[in-house]
Nanobody, 125 residues
Framework: QVQLVESGGGLVQAGGSLRLSCAAS????????MGWFRQAPGQEREFVAA????????VYDSSVKGRFTISRDNAKATVYLQMNSLMPEDTAVYYC??????????????????WGQGTHVIVSS
């Protein structure tokens, strides 16, 4: 079965950095667009970033553009989210997701087929 396992979350001070990883198994990873979403306490899940199957296309939410970088290593079946200049409002559970090959909007969570269990990121002020 498909498994997506996130890691790399933790507690960091504002201005610091974290690198999240999402290791995939049970699917032909190189065929899937991948996305990162997050959900803060009491809020709905929101789009963070996404990357095409080849890595040649990326898209970011405006709140993280210039601070976060999504990348992937198809040989390792892993997608990454490098998060720099972290702010307290980045505090959330971060989820990776695998989308269909014919993804349309990239930013809607209901387009994505498979989800990880999430990793917690806490940014202290």
């Amino acid at each position: 079965q498909v498994q997506l396992v996130e890691s790399g979350g933790g507690l960091v001070q504002a201005g610091g950095s974290l690198r999240l990883s999402c290791a995939a198994s049970g699917l032909t990873f190189s065929s899937y667009p991948m996305g990162w979403f997050r959900q803060a306490p009491g809020q709905e899940r929101e789009f963070v970033a996404a990357i095409s199957w080849s890595g040649g296309f990326t898209v970011y939410d405006s709140s993280v553009k210039g601070r976060f970088t999504i990348s992937r290593d198809n040989a390792k079946a892993t997608v990454y989210l490098q998060m720099n200049s972290l702010m307290p409002e980045d505090t959330a559970v971060y989820y990776c997701a695998a989308g269909p090959s014919q993804i349309r909007t990239w930013v809607r969570d209901d387009e994505y087929n498979y989800w990880g269990q999430g990793t917690h990121v806490i940014v202290s002020s």
